[in-house]
């Protein structure tokens, strides 16, 4: 297995962790229902226009951002900073790199900066948030997947090394990464990369891009799972649920994904590990089945092609080509017997 | 919805439960270890020529017996009666009948009764075993899937109709059933019949048959369930597990499929209900998705059309064709995007 | 260990399962509220004078009943039968033993007789009930501990043996016992009664009686009880959890009990076995600690010496005193150390 | 409610989170029992003199070292720094603080430094460990309660503000905190401080001290929890089951506390926050019983009054005397009815 080339280097700036996603959709009702009765977030806030959610043990105001819009696109997602000075630092440091970063006013949050990374993908930069209660403790208010708090997102980007490169300079660390062997060179397919400890703030795995893959929220147990499939049955979402169960061979998650009314693509998961020490990070051939699901069940093709645009971002195609990992055997199953 | 035309009989004699299960396999060793190490079952007894396995809180002596062969089939299903003498009373209504009925000395069991049902199922009748000791609290030997106990068995038949009007002479009664439409007639597509008080001690599907499909063991929690997958996927098993977890809608039982190394299917579940009271079996279209999996997820063909054979039974096709339900549906999803 | 005298006879007419309780409550709001957003019932029917539960994967109408009353009694508890005819034999058998019982017109239940056991328990017989949805597969509707089915009672009596003689004539059988050496007698302390296949419909211990000492739900899975102590906590019923979460030794079901607001006591329960076998009772010696709990914890003193009374019974003491097991142990464990 | 005047300082060297404990033992076989069976860790390595045990989760070579000792001691706990450059900040700055901090070799760790905090504990900073395979998806070797990895200790200390002092200067914050109202003064009885982003690594309350309270695990789920409690009952360990399952209110676990063969006290809970962000932190009045325990069940007196010492260390007691929370409600509820 080839070992990656990781480099720790002091960030120019303290990312703390993945904060919030904004996405656009196309009917609040409906993405408000999806998300508050089956995902179980609570509404911070809202009006005509937009729907602020946080997951039950958040005590920031949003993790999620629900926009009324005509296109289902993704805004921007959000890193958090440790405070105000991080955000000044951040400006510096953009600005020595040559690029535009922009303080905004963001309702309900502290000073944001807006920026956008090498490959595309608008980001925000968040030093606080209003404060909301902590509903962690309120178990009569759990519903559905009892979603505790965001944890990561994954993109698609159409070259994962160099987009890597940005994010390795903010000190963000890799924990596990898939590599593809291409006429005999090793070919770095995904990076999983983390600053709050454990294996993923940020994912990224090749293909079009730049586009969100999924977000991703954790739960408290098990149960919670088979209880969001089971609601989501009964809600009339099961169509929504697009993988899973399954067990993740990369980070150990127990994990599922369902598509939200507009076709966003959320993973719901719990249990993996703590990921704080110096440690080689854990490559994974993208030819081994079990980095994707250790019990054996393939991801459907469009779990691989489809995934979310972000709101004005050109959409670059990779220029070595993989393919997708999972159709063969897929099929192979499928006709099988 | 077409209403079944159930009669519930006063029975000749009193069936109890789904006993034991027998089938041959071609390597004891390997079929021990799926059955202890992933599925969590005790051995009681064992010598070169087979193993007598029973579930973690069963006090008879053995609900699955493995015999060495060289032929992977099912050599009999066995059914409790409450007492010796309903032995000898089913011995006189099979000979009213005009069945060969035979007393039988097996290992460890009671007095025995073997008979073929009317679509050449070979049954054992079986009024007690030796006594084990129940491991139900000895929870430091619990592996794997934890099973506690066998709860019922799964059989494809030419003719569903036909084989379910021997059952419900003995006194079994339907829970719930499928039929399709097919050129305007209700066609009955599975019955599932139950004595022990729960929705199935025995069900039949249609099929080319008598085969069995599956023979199914709960198990005390849905976290059993997934930590079944994950030893499966541990121990090299992820290859065997066939379809789910998943949530089925008749029964409403928590289900995950698994093939054993010699390819029969046992299903490990939870949670279903109670079906003591006297009331209207419950009917379900055989193209409602909902019937199979209330989230959505579809079977692969190959747990529609591969089952176990019966030693020297012979098999016999369905007269009136229904497709397998969900064919369509799983290629599409597989193609979709 | 001494093994009990149990006869199995044939019964005079046929007993199902255990099947609803009526209680008098003080504050119907309060009760309901208690009933629903803690336990997770259905409230299938009320009006200003009752409020009628079910369990959510139950059919029948109601297996709780709270009556608005001046007094928390009990009004009575409810045997089910299996059908009509039943009823007209439980009519007869009990006009030959020299006791009333009486037809009775219920709401939303089918043919119902009323008679007193032999140390004045107030009983109901019923052939049916009025049908409602089995909840079981909408889990948008789970609450609190999502209590599924009503399953047994616990009764404190002045004397086991003798109410023992009235439930075995109806064919219960014992499936657990405990005994007490006393002088070298062996006393008969307690015996877990059943009629539907699992440990328990009915239960009798040794007390000032008859008095019902807890009425018994089943729950879905472990989780479901963590997660019914916590919505306990969060709506202020902590100081309502009298006992548990434990492990029984007696049915090793994992139970949790806690008091309604009136103090009648409910046990939120699962996981425990399958008893439809003949085999012979298994015997617990009262001072086996065990026996109770597992994991070691003893009950309070409370647990042993409250129960609520049936309204219009006259309460007896036993003859033959026993002391409750747990007390010395219990205040030793409070002020060791 | 005070707020507690917390400082977050630039920390002379980067502790990064709760390492190793070093407990000293009279069995070493008796311990390797008690913490590979119940509690499920793996033994790294081992000789006639010490074992060294790892959760599953973990890549570190141990987080727990038994020691073959004539006396039931704490011989130093752990904490883990960011690099071997780490180390020598660390030595340079506790000499600068007059404190005598030695390098030391230590088998299967990394560059180690030890030095006493203020108020006498021992401790261990470590920059690395032998490297030992996760063993997180080898789901056929969980046991017992599955423990994954260390994550904090609670020690009591004769003056908690003085010892939180120590510290707060490494850059530890406080999550929560409990005071007591004595003659109108706000006093310090408890601070829960953390450098990973959960709410503890290291935990402060009042008593005779420095001693070990306890360290603890996390679970994967909340089934393990209850799993743990059952193989305690199974290997007769119940009576070292000395607390719950409960749940706190400060951090929000689910917790259960055992005590090893010698009386060292482990935590094993799952399902607490993230506190990454800046955020005051959160206090509690000591007299609030949902501070311990949402669940209403207090806690036996030898919670509060038995703790392990440390090798050498001298024990002082508190001058402001305050009562431990809940004998009185203990005995209350123990006496009550």
């Given at each position: 297995?080839?070992?990656?080339?990781?480099?720790?280097?002091?960030?120019?700036?303290?990312?703390?962790?993945?904060?919030?996603?904004?996405?656009?959709?196309?009917?609040?009702?409906?993405?408000?229902?999806?998300?508050?009765?089956?995902?179980?977030?609570v509404v911070s806030d809202e009006d005509d226009s937009a729907v602020y959610l946080r997951g039950l043990e958040e005590r920031g105001h949003h993790s999620l951002v629900l926009r009324k819009s005509s296109e289902a696109t993704c805004v921007c997602i959000g890193m958090r900073v440790r405070n105000e000075d991080d955000i000044y630092k951040a400006q510096d440091y953009f600005a020595e790199q040559g690029k535009t970063a922009t303080l905004a006013d963001v309702p309900y949050q502290g000073l944001t900066l807006r920026v956008r990374d090498n490959v595309g993908v608008p980001l925000e930069f968040c030093a606080s948030m209003?404060?909301?209660?902590?509903?962690?403790?309120?178990?009569?208010?759990?519903?559905?997947?009892?979603?505790q708090r965001l944890d990561h997102y994954q993109l698609q980007v159409s070259d994962v090394r160099q987009t890597w490169g940005f994010y390795q300079a903010l000190g963000f660390r890799v924990s596990e990464y898939t590599y593809s062997n291409i006429?005999?060179?090793?070919?770095?397919?995904?990076?999983?990369?983390?600053?709050?400890?454990?294996?993923?703030?940020?994912?990224?795995?090749?293909?079009?891009?730049?586009?969100?893959?999924?977000?991703?929220?954790?739960?408290?147990?098990?149960?919670?799972?088979?209880?969001?499939?089971?609601?989501?049955?009964?809600?009339?979402?099961?169509?929504?649920?697009?993988?899973?169960?399954?067990?993740?061979?990369i980070s150990g998650a127990l994990f599922t994904y369902f598509r939200d009314p507009d076709g966003h693509r959320i993973e719901l998961f719990n249990t993996h590990y703590q990921h704080i020490d110096l440690e080689p990070a854990l490559g994974w051939d993208l030819a081994d089945p079990k980095r994707a699901d250790q019990w054996g069940l393939p991801a459907q093709n469009k779990w691989f092609t489809e995934a979310t645009s972000f709101t004005d971002s050109v959409l670059t195609q990779p220029e070595i080509r993989v393919d997708p990992p999972t159709l063969e055997r897929f099929l192979a199953l499928a006709n099988d017997g």
């Open positions: 297995m080839p070992q990656i080339d990781e480099l720790v280097l002091e960030p120019p700036f303290n990312v703390t962790r993945a904060s919030h996603v904004v996405l656009n959709v196309r009917d609040l009702n409906a993405s408000r229902h999806f998300y508050t009765e089956l995902v179980g977030l209003e404060p909301r209660e902590r509903m962690l403790k309120q178990y009569q208010h759990y519903r559905g997947a009892s979603a006429s005999e060179m090793q070919h770095l397919w995904g990076v999983w990369l983390q600053r709050k400890g454990n294996p993923h703030d940020i994912v990224f795995t090749q293909g079009p891009g730049p586009r969100l893959h999924h977000f991703a929220y954790t739960l408290p147990d098990s149960n919670d799972m088979i209880r969001a499939c089971d609601v989501a049955g009964a809600l009339g979402y099961a169509p929504s649920l697009e993988r899973g169960p399954g067990r993740h061979g």
